[in-house]
Every structure is written in C-alpha cells, then in structure tokens.
C-alpha cells in the first residue's frame, strides 16, 4: 500500500522548549498508527500541527502525495483531516448536537434546518452504539459522556486522517469497546488513524504501526508492530527498562486513620462509610458514574454533605469546606485536572505552593526562595517536562500539569490522608511507576492513602485494599490477598447479566 | 404543588417569576395598568429594548460593548443634520445607518483584529463618538427642519406607535436569529468556548466584527427614532444607555462569561427596567429614594433568578 | 375633581431643583393640589415622563428641560396628553432656535446672569486697584451645555469691555461638572502661567468657580489675590462665605428658586382649577450676595 | 538593537514605553515639567490612584466594581457630616471608614455568599449608596466646620502635599500585598481559576468578601482626602469614577478575565491617564476635542502593550 500521510521534517520550537525536531514519518493508508512517548514528548504538537491549529516552523505535511499547505483548521478540514484534541473541546451551553455540527450547520441560508440537525446525529450516535440524547445540553453529560460526543465529532465528519489524542484517558471500558469497534470500521474504510496513548495493550490491540517520541525527536519508527515487544517500546520512550512497574511492597498498617461514617449528598443518596488505617492504601474501584468521584468529594467537603461525619485519628474534621479538610490532615488530588486542577495564567511554582506556602509563610508574606525550592524539588522528583519552575501551566502537556498538581499535595506538610482520584491518567509508563513509588514512601510513614483509578490492573497492582462501588453504593470489600478480577467486577457490575460493561483491563 | 415548583424553577422561570410580579403591580399601582399607560411604558423601553437584541449577541459571545449611548446619540444627530442638509428623511436615515454601522465595524476590527480587550476599545469609542457628535453639533442640539420626520415616532399601526412596532419587529428577528440560525448559534459557541469554536472551524473574528457591526447598524435605528420621539439631535442624548441596557440583558439571564442567552430572558429585563422606573413615577417615590428603590428591584430581580437556577441545580 | 400637576426637572440631584421643588410642594399645600415630582435627565426620560403624567391624570405640568430644543417634542406630548405646560428656567425654542412664545415661561436669562458675574468682578478689580492687565481669568468652561456657555460668555464680555486683555484669558475645561473636575483643570491654567499673580474666575456655577479658588489655595497663592464669582447660592456657596477666613470666592449671583418653584406651581393651579392663564413671559433677576451680606440677601429672596 | 528590543519587549515593557512618551511630551509640551505642574498632576490623579489599588485585586479575582464612585462620595459626606457632628475630625474619619467598609462588605457578602453577579450587584450598590448620600445630605455640599479638615489636604512633608505620600503609600503597600503575600497570590489563583482555587483550599468566598471590604475601606479613604481638597462633602462627588478606574487598571494590564495584575502597570495606567488630561489642558485643546483625544490615547496605549506582548508570544 501507498504511504498516505507523510511528515516530513516537522520542527516546532516554543520560547524555551523545543516541542518537535526535524519528525519524518508516514503512515500507509488503512493503517492505525500509534504515536507514543513520554509526558511531554511532542505527541498533541504534532497532532495540532495536522489539525492546521498550530504551524510548524518547519518541514511539511503530505496527504495522498499532494503537499498541504493550509493556514487554519478549516483548511485542514477542507483537505479531509478531523483531529479530536487531548483536552475535550465542546461548548457546553450547546447541545450534543450543536457541538457535534459546529462549524458547519447543516441548512439554508444560513437558517439551521433543526430536524436534520438532530437526527443526523441520533442516527449516527445510534450507529455506533453511543446512547447520548443529541437534544441534551454537553453541560449535564459527565466527563465520559462527553469525550464520547468528542469521537463523534470523528464520525460525523467524512475525513480521511482521523487523529485521536489520548481517547481513552476518561472512558469505561464499555465506551472503550464502542471506541475500538468504531476505529476498526473506519480502519476497513481506508482511512489513516493517528492513535495517541499511554496504554500499551491498546496500542498492540489497535494499531499496525507505531512511532516513537522522545523529546521532541523520532525515537524509533516501527513499519509493523507485531515485530516489536512492550519491553522495547517502554525502553525506546523512558530511556530505561523497567520491569516491574508496579513494585508492591507489604508494609504495616496501624491504628485506623480516616473513619468515614454514613455519609451522604445530593448525588450520592445510600450513605457510605469506611475506614483507612495508617500506612494502607485503599483502593476504590467502580465503573464511570459509581459514584467515587461524588465520595472522595464529599469527604473532602468539596460538596456539602447532607450526612455522616468524618475524622482523622478519632478527631471528627468538620470538613464542609476544603480549607477545613486541608487542616484536618485531609487533602485531595481532583480527578478533572482543567476545571478542578490547574490556575491558569500562573506559573509551575505557583500552582504548586498554592496550599503548602502558608506553613513558610509568617504573616502571609511570601518566602520566594522556599518557593523555589520546593518546586524544584518536585519538578525534579515527577520528572515534570519544563524549561523552567516559572513557565504558565498552561503551556505544560496534558501529563506534566496532572504532575504538578500531585506535586502540590505531595509538598503541603501535615497530611494525613491523601486521597487521589486517577492518579495516573494521561501519564506515561516511566512517571507512572514513580508515583506509585511515592505512594509507597508516603504510606510507609504512616499516611493513609485512598486511590480512585478506572484501571483494575493499577487498583489490583498497588493497593492493600480494594472497595468496590456500584451505582452508589459499596458492592464489596475486598484484602489484597483475596483479590480477584472476576470477583471484583462482578461486584461493580449492576447486573450480572450485563456482562459487557467491563472495566479496562490491561495487564502489562 | 411540585407543579407549581416546577414552573417557577423551569427554563421559563423567569418569565413566570415577572408575571407573577406584574400581576401584583397591575392590582395594586393605581393608573398601572391602562392603555395608555402601558403604551407610555412601552414607548419609554423602546431605545433600551432595540439596543439590548444586538447586546445580548454581543455579551454571548463574551464581548462588550460600552459605545452604544454614544452611537445612538451620534446617529440620531447625524440623521438630523443630514435630512436637514440635503431636504430628504431618507438620505438623512441612510446617513445614520452608515455612521452607526461604521462606529460598530470600527470597534469589531479593532477588537477581533487587532485583539485589543473590548471593554477598553468601547470606552475609547464611546468617547470618540461622544467628541464628534459633540463638533459636529457645536455641543448643541439641532432641531428638525422636516416635520415630516417627527413622523417616524408618532405614526401609529393599529393604534399602537411605531416605535414599539419596530422594537417588537426586533424582538422577532433577534430571537429568531439567536435561536433559529447559524449565526446565532456560533455566537453562543463562541461565548461558550472560544477554543473549541475556532478549533471546530468558526471563524472567531469575522463573526465578532459582524456582531459588532450590526450593534451599530441597530444603534442607529434606535437614535434615528430617538431622534423622531424627542425632535431633535442631542449630541448629550442617551449618556449611561450602555450600562442600562447590560443591566437589562444581565437581568433576562444573558451571562457576562458567554454562551448564554435568550430573547424572552432579555424581553422581560427590558420590561422590568421599565416597569420599575414608570411605577416609581406613579407612586410619587422621591427622587433619591429612586436611586436606592432601583437599586433595591436589581439586587431582587438577580436574587430571585438566582434562587430558581440555585434550586435548579444549576452552577452559580 | 382633585388637581394634579407635574413639576419635572432635568437635575434632580442638583440643589436648585431641590429648592424649586421644596417650594412647589409649599403651594401645593396651601392649595391642595397634588404635586408629581420627576426627574428627567434627557429627551427620552422627558417624553416618558409627560407620558406617565397623562397615565396619571394630571392636568398640567410644570418643566425645566434638559435641552431647550426639545420644544417642539414636548409641546407635541403635551398636547396628545391633553396636558397644560409651563416651562421654568430654560425656555423651549424652535428647530430654528426661536422660543415657543406660546408656552409661559418663567426663567432668568444666562447671558443676564453672566453678566452681572462679569461686573461684579470689574467693579472689585477696581476697587483693589489691580492692573486688569496684569491679571489672569480663568474660564470654567463646560460646553456641552450650552446654557453654561451663555452664562460664561455673558461674564466674559464684560470683563472684556472693561479692558481685559483676550489673551489673559484662560480656558479650563472640565470633564465632568462637580468640583474636583473644575480644580484639577483651574490647577493646569495656574501652573502653567505662574507669571500672572492676580486671578478671576468665572463659571457654570458655583461648584465650578469654587473649584478654581480651590486650585489657587493648593498652588499658595493668596486668598486676597483672587476673586472668583458663582451663580446659584446653594449650600456650597453659603458654606464658603461661613468660613471663618475670608476665601478666594468673592460672592455669588443668586437666583431665587421661591419664585420659581412656588410662584410656577401656583400659576399653574389657577390655570387648571379656575381657568386662569399666566402670563407669557416672567423674567426674574438675580441678586448679588458677598460674604457681608448674604444673609439678608437671601432673606430678601424668601430663602432661609 | 537587540537589547533595545528585549527591554521594549520585557516584562517592564510598558513602564519603558511609558518612559519614553513621558520623555517625549517632557521635551515638547511647554510648562509640562516644572515642579508645580508635576505635583499639581499627582493631585489630580489621587482619587483614581488610591482607588486603582484595590480596584486591581478586584479585576484580578475576576470580580467588578462599579460603587465605587458612590463610596467614595457617600464616606467623604460623613466624614464631614460626622465630624461637623461631633467636634472631632477623628471620628468624622472613623465614620467614613466604617460606612466604607460597610458598602463593601455588602457588596462582597452578596456577590460571594449570594453567589449574585458582581456587575449587578454592585450596580444596585452604586445607585443605592449614591441615594444615600442624596438622602443624607438632601441633595446639598456639606461645608465644613473645623478648618483643620482642610489640613489633610493643604498640609506638606518635604515639599509635597499629602493626598500624594497617601497615594504613594497605597502604592507601596498594595504591590507589596500583590506580589509577595499570600492574599496577593491568593487572588491571582481565583482569577486563573477560582474552582481549582477553591480545591486547593484556598477560602474562596472569605477572599473575596476580604477584597471587597477593602476595597470599600479604601474608597473612604480616597472619599476623606477629596471631601478636604475641596472642602466639603459633596453627594454628587466622583461620578463615573468607577470606568476611569477601571480604564487605568486595563491600561496598566491588568485582564478582566482574572489573573493578571502588576502593581507598576496600574501605577503607569493611572498616570497615562492624569497625564492625558494634564497636557491636553496644556495645549488648550478644546473640550469637545479632548473626547476625541482622550478615546485615541486610551487607544493607542492598549495598541501598543498589545503589540509588545503579541511580539513576545503572549496570548492577547
Ligand atoms: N503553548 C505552548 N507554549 C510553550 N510550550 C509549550 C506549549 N505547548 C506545548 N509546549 C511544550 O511542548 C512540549 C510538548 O508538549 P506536548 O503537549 O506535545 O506533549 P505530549 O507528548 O502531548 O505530552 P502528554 O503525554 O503529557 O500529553 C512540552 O514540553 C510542552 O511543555
Ligand atoms: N456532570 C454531572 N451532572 C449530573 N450528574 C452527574 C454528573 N457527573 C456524574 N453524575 C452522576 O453522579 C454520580 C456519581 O458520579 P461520579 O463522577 O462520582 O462517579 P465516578 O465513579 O467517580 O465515575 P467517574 O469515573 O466518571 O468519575 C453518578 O450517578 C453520575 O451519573
Ligand atoms: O441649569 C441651570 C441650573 O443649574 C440652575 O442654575 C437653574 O437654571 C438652569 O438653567
Ligand atoms: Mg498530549
Ligand atoms: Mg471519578
């Protein structure tokens, strides 16, 4: 087959970063090509740069052997390319059906034919299998609904590069299903699909080849994936091997820490209770929508509680509000790092210190050098991809901004519950099994930690404890020693009969 | 009971909310609710309600716009000195039209162009345009030659004033092109995400110039009548328009962070700064108290919408 | 059946309009009528105003209008509000800018009132004796409102009769009408001619010239060396002339806002009730009041 | 070359454009730079100087003020009323203080507990406190009795009135509170983001309760040097403050869409804007031209702050 799409020497430099260096690869036409690497590594450049979003400063791009030269999404579109970026890009006071025709509504002179409008897109989403209301507002869908409506845009649109930027990364695994049978279709259509992910086994599930990044240049560029092993890529992409990437070590645990008793709120109607013990990792697995997001919240006092209390050490931590929780020993890492996570507009550092300064800082007066310190520290420890502690977090890569924000927790002193909702989407393979060494250490000093994860592997790999939630409730409390992947989601399963609704798993 | 609950927190909870109001004020203001009255009271919005349609695009797409008093006022000044100068209302109409429509094109450029903060580049034209309609008037107002113009304002269809026709005729044409078109629908993408729109193909700034253009085009009309009601060009005339007419919009529930808005939300903010201002004059209410009454009907008007959304459970 | 009579005044804020009001609700007592107070700060407000009267059932109204060719619109509101009218203060003209003879007025004349600034300030520089060339005036000025132009104007033409050099005469424009805006841009004029050690001001009024004496304090030239004139009276004037030390502002040409506001008010009742017109044309004066005399002055006035 | 570039086009890139137009207009502009004029410059900016401290936070935190005029003007008439009152200009002083504090403090437990849009509020804010000191006063200046009021204004250290040490006070005080206290970090990262703010447990809705209090407290202030520069309280004072305000912080780079706030650009925004004037009545041009002039300058400052910061590869 021809090579269909073909960079060619692509550069990109951004003031102190050197995002791609001369990149030349093709994809061959029918082909599903993965693109890997590291936080930071050049994957979503080089996908805004086919998007037409972003102009490289250097080499071009060749669709079907004609040289594209176009200076803005439109123009892209026109030449047939659909990018569905990394951060989700809908407008949320429209409906799924406004956002999946933006740009171009469908109609005459210029007044919008509304029964085409719908149902096109209900006979599309149908035809994948997506159950989404097209009349509904984007704003009431949760975070997976939405990135649904975001790979629908794909479908809509009649392209002939498709690029997807970690699809994945807030998706069940039933969505994931929809997802892969949908990739294939367009696949056996002809079309190029460009596959950005940090997921080995959906890599080697999807795709026919595979380029590599690191820093910014062409690592490695495999014609055939069948002929490469994980263990290769994983070297190829971090620099170094790494075996096991889990590393679980036993530790003791001592007197219970965190007591939650019956709590309750406005999306969480069963009350729920549990406990953490010093030095244990508790584990809270559950299909999108359980509602453990909804739980880390409310003991968190993110949202008010209309039940139930909780305490630290047998000291009730009147939590209605963050700062309260912050103080009681209780700190949380959000699972939607752009609306909940990152401050725009300031800097690593800043993002950083934000909840930790005030323990160096007498009468609210900033000492910029401890500041400085502590962020370097972290940016070294997370190995967060920056040309300096200064740059604004926006412009960090989807990976090195969910770095930072567990930078900020891991740096507030006094902690003594630490709860993290996905700790590890959207990393890479190398900072993920850092992290999970963090946890360790953290644990190891007598640190409560509950971890939320979609991902059954990392659950299953690092956790003393797994709590399983459905619909709401606690289906199942389950030791590290009986853990069981059936057990566990038959139990996060709402009906067994429904056995579709499997949670990823991928086991590396 | 939970149906009762269910109108007020609805989408058109706010409609209801103002019915309800009206109802009270219609029962106890003497002299309220007559033909005549409600006619005074629609003629007395008519300037805020003709200029809010283009606001509310404008807000939705998370602009601003401080230059309208001025416009209306240069505009209506510019129909008058040029129907005076040339012997033709129509000349004098199309002068207007143009003048509105290229104080509006000027702040669109400049602000989706040149990207300069729109509350900035509005400030700088409302002062620009106050200046010239200032020199161009020698500070003084021009009266109508024609007699032919007052005409505009106090012909009637079906015994109600033209002026509340053309704003009613507005009314239509903006609600239908906010809801009904593509125009009005990026108008809201791009209020609600910029990014994403200009990602999804829109293009950002031709629409903002167009959205700014055509608040000056509607400016126009809305001197040009002004012009006609009050028979003259006053180049002092419709100073504090813009912060009237955003207080309207904000009031119908258009929001200032963009991406939301509607017609009958920006209708009934019209109605409720009229209504509160025409009561107060009924009621005999002190001039000062005015100011604090006003403020007061403000504060509750947001309260009360903000109770419904809150209950709604819609974010704050 | 019961009288209704509109009193709408273009400022409400400011404190002549106040005193009008005040001493309209006076005869409305001795009367019995009822009295609608409207503020109307421009042509729109006016019109809906007239409107909401009509609404009410008034018979008649009484208006200091916010621009005086809004005439023809008004007389137009009157009538299809079948509302009799009076102006007060300001006299409504033509497009052509002829007065509408067939409305009763009562009003001062601006340029009248300028006037007697201007000479009020001749006579003084006289009497101290200073070299009118060798002193600086100080124009106050706020054009857009043409009724500020005619009164400045008015003082000026004197004090140029009386052999004040033209280019002694200094523009200070303010940006807005309060105080502050009149004392930053007199401060301008003064700094940038600090030669000149003597100074005039004229102004809108009142607030305007204090704003000029207040810029002649802040720069250290002495209260003795200036001599600033109002027109009004109000309160910010009086407090001036309490001062323990005698100021800068030498005095100020009071218009009395009892004739305006009671006398209008009743005229207009006995136009509704019993059928009596007023007569067309009432010019009032206004009177001079210095420090030593203010008091009796505004005696005389019926105010106080 | 280069290193002229970089320093046009740093961070202080503003400040040296400042520079050079001041040096510019120095050379040109006769009577521009004697001593006299120059301190009779500071003076007419302090109001708005005094302001623009807190007026940054506000816009910082993505929060809008429009009271501020009233306050400004309702505190200065009971600091006189108040002292004249009670014999004792410390009170007088301590009244408006409190009375400014408390508009803000209503303003900020509105907007942050009622979760009520900052435009409207203190729209209503602004109308209300506006009658009050119509009602207070009955519409009239309030003179003052004890002439050492007037000493706050007239009194000097080395040579320069005091209205400008306060200013200059305010100015230290508050860049020191922006950039190098928690407060000052913690309302730049509520205007970045206010939900991630609030998850960082940063006590959001008590953030800006505090900025809103403060800057209520700091509009008295400002209210208590005006009423003794012109020696009387005056309820009409200092209206439209509020957009010159506003103008100098957006001059100065502060965004309206929170999280960007220096306190030097304010400095030069306030100063850009009293020069304007200053050398506008200089030249003697005439009023209806310095609209005009005032709107290009306004302008042509955002043009090129733009301009340099697009050259540096910021976002506009
Ligand atoms: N607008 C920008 N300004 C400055 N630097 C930028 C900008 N956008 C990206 N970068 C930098 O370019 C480099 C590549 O970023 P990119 O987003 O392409 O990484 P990625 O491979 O997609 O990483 P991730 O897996 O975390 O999504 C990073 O170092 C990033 O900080
Ligand atoms: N944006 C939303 N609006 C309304 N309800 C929502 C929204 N997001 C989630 N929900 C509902 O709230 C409940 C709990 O959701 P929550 O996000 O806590 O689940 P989760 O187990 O953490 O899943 P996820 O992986 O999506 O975070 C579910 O019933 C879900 O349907
Ligand atoms: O505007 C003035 C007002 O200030 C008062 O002086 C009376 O006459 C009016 O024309
Ligand atoms: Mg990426
Ligand atoms: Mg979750």
Redesign the interface.
């Known amino acids: 087959m021809q090579d269909f799409l073909e960079f060619k020497a692509i550069s990109k430099g951004y003031p102190g970063v050197q995002a791609l260096a001369d990149v030349s690869f093709s994809v061959k036409k029918g082909a599903v090509h993965g693109l890997m690497g590291e936080n930071g590594a050049g994957k979503s450049t080089l996908i805004r740069v086919l998007s037409g979003d972003q102009s490289a400063d250097n080499g071009e791009i060749s669709i079907d052997g004609s040289t594209q030269h176009y200076r803005s999404v439109r123009d892209a579109f026109d030449a047939g390319v659909i990018v569905i970026h990394q951060e989700l890009q809908l407008v949320p006071e429209l409906t799924v059906a406004e956002n999946l025709w933006l740009g171009r509504f469908p109609g005459k002179a210029g007044v919008i034919d509304r029964s085409r409008l719908t149902n096109v897109v209900r006979e599309k989403l149908s035809e994948i299998g997506i159950e989404i209301e097209p009349g509904a507002k984007v704003a009431s869908l949760s975070i997976g609904e939405r990135q649904m409506v975001e790979i629908a845009k794909a479908v809509m649109a009649d392209a002939r590069v498709i690029a997807l930027d970690e699809p994945t990364s807030s998706l069940s695994s039933r969505e994931s299903e929809i997802l892969f049978s949908l990739i294939e279709r367009l696949r056996s259509q002809g079309k190029v699909i460009l596959y950005v992910s940090h997921r080995l086994d959906e890599i080697f599930r999807l795709c026919d080849s595979l380029t590599v990044l690191r820093d910014g240049k062409l690592a490695a560029h495999h014609a055939d994936i069948t002929a490469v092993t994980r263990e290769q890529i994983i070297s190829e992409m971090v620099g170094r091997e790494i075996s096991n990437i889990w590393g679980y070590r036993p530790r003791e645990f001592g007197e219970v820490r965190l007591e939650v008793k019956d709590i309750a709120g406005r999306k969480l109607r069963t009350p729920i209770r549990f406990s953490v013990r010093q030095g244990e990792i508790l584990g809270f697995f559950g299909l999108i929508g359980a509602g453990r997001s909804e739980m880390t919240r409310l003991v968190y006092g993110a949202d008010t509680r209309s039940q139930g209390t909780v305490s630290v050490d047998g000291v009730e931590v009147v939590a209605d509000s963050p700062p309260h929780a912050i103080r009681g020993g209780i700190v949380l890492c959000p699972e939607d790092r752009k609306f909940d996570g990152i401050v725009q507009g300031r800097s690593i550092e800043e993002n950083m210190a934000i909840s930790s300064r005030r323990h160096f800082s007498p009468f609210g007066i900033l000492q910029p050098k401890k500041e400085a310190e502590l962020a370097e520290q972290f940016i070294a420890k997370l190995r967060v991809r920056t040309p300096s502690r200064k740059q604004d977090i926006v412009n960090l890569s989807g990976g090195n901004q969910q770095k930072v924000i567990l930078g900020r927790w891991l740096s507030e002193q006094g902690v003594k519950v630490l709860i993290i909702d996905e700790p590890t989407r959207g990393i890479d393979v190398g900072a993920k099994s850092e992290i999970y060494e963090i946890l360790y250490e953290l644990a190891a000093q007598g640190m409560a930690i509950v971890v939320v994860s979609s991902e059954l592997p990392e659950v299953m790999g690092i956790t003393d404890r797994i709590v399983v939630m459905c619909q709401g409730r606690v289906a199942a409390n389950i030791e590290r020693d009986d853990f069981d992947e059936r057990r566990i989601l038959a139990a996060a399963l709402p009906d067994v009969a429904n056995a579709s609704e499997l949670p990823n798993q991928q086991v590396q | 009971m939970t149906s009762l609950k269910k109108l007020l927190l609805g989408e058109q909870g706010l409609v209801v909310i103002f019915a309800i109001a009206f109802a009270i004020v219609a029962a106890t203001v003497?002299?309220f609710l007559?033909e005549?009255?409600m006619?005074?009271?629609l003629?007395?919005v008519v300037?805020i309600g003709i200029v809010a349609c283009t606001m509310m695009f404008c807000l939705a797409s998370r602009d601003f716009d401080l230059s309208v008093g001025s416009t209306v006022a240069f505009s209506g000044m510019i129909a008058v000195m040029a129907s005076n100068a040339t012997g033709s209302i129509v000349l004098g109409l199309i002068a207007a039209l143009l003048c509105g429509g290229a104080v509006g094109l000027v702040n669109g450029v400049v602000i989706a162009r040149f990207r300069i903060n729109a509350l900035i580049t509005t400030l700088a034209t409302m002062q620009i345009v106050r200046g010239l309609a200032?020199i161009a008037s020698d500070?003084?107002?021009?009266?109508?030659?024609d007699p032919g113009f007052?005409q505009l304002a106090?012909s009637k269809f079906l015994g109600i004033p033209t002026p509340i026709w053309v704003m009613a005729i507005f009314f239509v044409i903006f609600g239908f092109l906010l809801n009904r078109t593509v125009f009005g629908k990026n108008t809201l993408a791009i209020g609600g995400n910029p990014e994403a729109s200009r990602l999804a193909g829109v293009n950002v700034s031709r629409m903002r110039i167009w959205i700014f253009a055509l608040q000056g085009l509607v400016c126009a009309v809305a001197g040009v009548l002004?012009a006609s009601?009050?028979?003259?060009g006053?180049?002092?005339?419709?100073?504090g328009l813009e912060l009237s007419v955003i207080s309207a919009c904000v009031l119908g529930g258009v929001s200032l962070a963009g991406g939301r808005a509607a017609m009958t939300g920006v209708i009934v903010g019209v109605l409720i700064m009229g209504i509160a201002?025409?009561v107060m004059?009924?009621l005999?209410i002190?001039?000062?108290y005015?100011y604090v009454v006003r403020g007061l009907i403000l504060l509750l008007a947001v309260l009360l919408d903000n109770l419904r959304s809150a209950a709604a459970g819609r974010r704050g | 059946a019961d009288v209704k009579i509109g009193f709408i005044v273009k400022q409400?804020?400011?404190?002549w309009f106040?005193d009008e009001w005040k001493f309209a609700d006076v005869a409305a007592k001795e009367k019995g009528f009822?009295l609608?107070?409207?503020?109307a700060?421009?042509?729109?407000?006016?019109?809906?105003?007239i409107?909401?009267l009509?609404?009410?059932?008034a018979q008649g109204f009484i208006i200091c209008t916010?621009?005086?060719?809004?005439?023809?619109?008004i007389v137009?509101k009157a009538a299809a509000?079948d509302l009799k009218i009076m102006t007060v203060d300001d006299r409504l003209?033509?497009?052509?800018?002829s007065p509408l003879e067939d409305v009763p007025h009562m009003g001062i004349s601006a340029t009248k009132i300028g006037e007697a600034v201007g000479q009020t300030i001749a006579d003084e520089v006289k009497k101290r004796g200073w070299d009118v060339k060798e002193v600086g005036v100080i124009r106050v000025?706020?054009?857009?409102?043409?009724t500020a132009?005619d009164r400045v104007n008015g003082a000026l033409s004197v004090l140029k009769a009386a052999g004040f050099p033209e280019t002694n005469i200094?523009?200070?424009?303010q940006?807005?009408t309060?105080?502050?805006a009149a004392?930053?841009?007199a401060?301008?004029?003064?700094?940038?001619n600090?030669g000149i050690k003597k100074w005039v001001a004229v102004g809108l009024n009142d607030?305007a010239v204090?704003?000029a004496v207040?810029a002649t304090?802040?720069?250290g030239i002495p209260a003795d060396s200036m001599i600033g004139v109002g027109i009004g009276g109000?309160?910010?004037a009086?407090?001036?002339f309490?001062?323990?030390?005698a100021t800068g502002f030498f005095g100020t040409v009071i218009i009395s806002p009892k004739r305006h506001g009671y006398e209008t008010a009743l005229n207009m009742y006995e136009w509704v009730a019993n059928g009596k017109e007023p007569e067309k044309l009432i010019l009032t004066a206004g009177q001079l009041a210095l420090r030593d005399n203010y008091e009796v002055v505004r005696k005389e006035l019926g105010i106080e």
Do not use: C, H, W
Not at chain 2, 229 to 232: L, N, Q
């Open positions: 003497p002299n007559t005549r009255n006619l005074g009271l003629q007395s300037t200032l500070g003084r107002a021009v009266g109508i030659n007052y106090l002004l009601r009050i028979t003259s006053q180049p002092n005339a419709a100073t201002e025409n004059n009924l005999n002190q001039a000062f005015q | 409400p804020e400011e404190p106040q009822t609608v107070k409207i503020g700060e421009d042509g729109e407000k006016v019109q809906s105003a409107d909401n009509g609404a009410q059932g916010p621009d005086v060719k809004l005439g023809p619109g137009a509000n003209v033509n497009a052509d800018g000025s706020y054009d857009q409102l043409p132009v200094f523009d200070a424009p940006a807005k309060d105080t502050e004392l930053n841009a401060t301008v004029v003064l700094n940038k600090a607030e204090l704003g207040r304090e802040t720069v109000a309160d910010s009086i407090n001036e309490k001062k323990p030390t």
